[in-house]
């Protein structure tokens, strides 16, 4: 089934450091519907507090666009590029951003965790278990790896040593 080219997608942009909310700015004004997420912060000084409004996701925004409006907002001056995956410009669906909107009208606490987190499926790049493709395992004294056999509903943990390097595999849908 052929894409239509006026079909719409939510891109993930990087922007340049601390520039998000011009980037927002210049996307609104180029007519490119656009999601900045932010949070409300109670920062100190040491002579006052004050709220202040934040981007979530340091060096993003997103993009709802098709491929001619992506074009137009990779252009912008606070814009470095679009985030792609295996070469082509990374789609994001629509539940993801949507959960993230659901989220964050809560006005919880939120924390964003960078790296990979227990539960991520990667595969060991270097060290003793090189090549061994697993779930992530927050173990006591860091992390292990779990190597897990469905059918038999049964998983074999090992803890991974220092010299161990991870990468997130990304499952695709076909």
Same mark, same amino acid.
């Given at each position: 089934?052929?894409?239509?080219? @006026? ?7 990087? @922007? ?14 180029? $007519?490119?519907?656009?999601?900045? %997420? ?8 040491? /002579? ?6 934040? !981007? ?6 997103? =993009?709802?666009?098709?491929? $001619? ?15 792609? /995956? +295996?070469?082509? %410009?990374?789609?994001? !669906? /629509?539940?993801?951003? /949507? ?10 606490? +939120?924390?964003?965790?960078? $790296? =990979?987190? %227990? ?8 060290? !003793? ?21 469905? #059918? ?7 803890? #991974? %040593? ?13």
């Amino acid at each position: 089934m052929k894409k239509n080219s @006026t079909d719409k997608f939510w891109f993930a942009l990087y @922007t340049k450091p601390r520039n998000e909310f011009k980037a927002e700015h210049q996307l609104i004004e180029a $007519g490119i519907t656009n999601y900045l %997420p932010t949070v409300t912060l109670l920062k100190q000084w040491s /002579d006052r507090k004050k709220k202040v409004t934040e !981007p979530l996701l340091r060096g993003y925004i997103f =993009i709802y666009a098709n491929e $001619g409006e992506r074009l137009v907002s990779v252009e912008q001056q606070s814009i470095v590029r679009c985030v792609f /995956d +295996v070469g082509r %410009p990374a789609r994001i !669906p /629509d539940w993801q951003i /949507d959960n993230l909107r659901t989220m964050l009208e809560t006005n919880e606490d +939120v924390i964003v965790h960078k $790296g =990979i987190v %227990p539960g991520a499926k990667v595969i060991i790049k270097d060290g !003793p278990f090189e090549g061994i493709i697993g779930t992530v395992v927050k173990g006591e004294t860091g992390k292990s790896i779990s190597v897990s056999i469905d #059918l038999l509903n049964r998983s074999v943990i090992a803890r #991974l %040593p220092k010299e161990s390097s991870l990468e997130a595999i990304r499952e695709t849908s076909n």
